[in-house]
C-alpha cells in the first residue's frame, strides 16, 4: 500500500448526470465525453507526464457512489491520484475497484504505483466502457479543498467531472476524473 496524502480520502460526492443534461463548451464537452485513453490525451499536451498517488485503501462502497455495476456495501480498492502535465495538475482521479474483480490478470490492477490506470485498463482489446455521466463542482465540494490545498487558481466556475463503468473481462471497475483549474480541458 501506499502512504496516504494528509487529504485522502478527497472523495467526489456528487450528482452524475448523463452529459445532455448540460449545456458545456463545445472543447470541455469533447474532453468530457472522449472514450478514449485520457492518459494518452493528457501526454500529447505536454513533456512530462506523472502520476501522484494520494492514497489506496480498501472500504465498503457508499450509496452516493454506487451505481448497476459497483454494488452499496461491498468491499472495493479506492485509489485517488492527480494527473500532471509538465508539473500541472491536471485531473483528479478516484477509481473504485470491487474486490471481486482484482482476480486473475486484474490482481495487478491493485498494485499500480505511480503507473496511470488508465495506461493498463486500454491496453487491453476486449476492454468495454459503459456510459459516461457529468457532474460539476462548485467551491463547496471536497474537491475545491484538494485546489484550495494544491495553490491552484481557484475560479467562479465549477471544476467538471465525468465518470464511467470500465468493464474488463467480465469484471467492472468504476473511474470518476474531475479537471482542475488550468487543465487543458477548459481550454478554448
Not at 8 to 14: I, L, S, Y
Not at 118 to 132: A, M, S
Not at 134 to 155: I, M, W
Request: charged share 15%.
Amino acid at each position: 500500500m501506499t502512504a496516504e496524502h494528509s487529504l485522502f480520502p478527497v472523495q467526489m460526492v456528487a450528482k452524475w448526470q448523463p452529459p445532455e443534461s448540460f449545456n458545456l463548451p463545445n472543447s470541455l464537452r469533447d474532453w468530457l465525453l472522449d472514450p478514449g485513453s485520457l492518459t494518452a490525451r493528457l501526454k500529447c499536451h505536454g513533456q512530462q507526464f506523472r502520476v501522484q498517488v494520494l492514497g489506496q485503501c480498501i472500504q465498503a462502497c457508499d450509496a452516493s457512489e454506487a451505481n448497476d455495476d459497483v454494488i452499496v456495501g461491498e468491499q472495493v480498492l479506492v485509489r485517488e491520484v492527480l494527473l500532471y502535465c509538465d508539473d500541472i495538475p491536471q485531473v483528479f482521479a478516484r477509481s473504485l475497484l470491487p474486490l471481486r474483480s482484482l482476480t486473475g490478470a486484474q490482481q495487478q490492477l491493485a498494485h499500480l504505483g505511480t503507473q496511470s490506470l488508465g495506461q493498463v485498463l486500454f491496453n487491453h482489446p476486449d476492454l468495454q466502457r459503459k456510459k459516461i455521466e457529468v457532474a460539476a463542482f462548485d467551491q463547496a465540494s471536497s474537491v475545491a479543498n484538494l485546489v484550495n490545498y494544491l495553490a491552484l487558481q481557484t475560479t467562479q466556475q465549477p471544476l467538471w467531472g465525468r465518470r464511467s463503468v470500465f468493464v474488463l473481462d467480465a469484471k467492472p471497475l468504476m473511474v470518476a476524473e474531475i479537471f482542475l483549474p488550468g487543465a487543458v480541458a477548459y481550454e478554448i
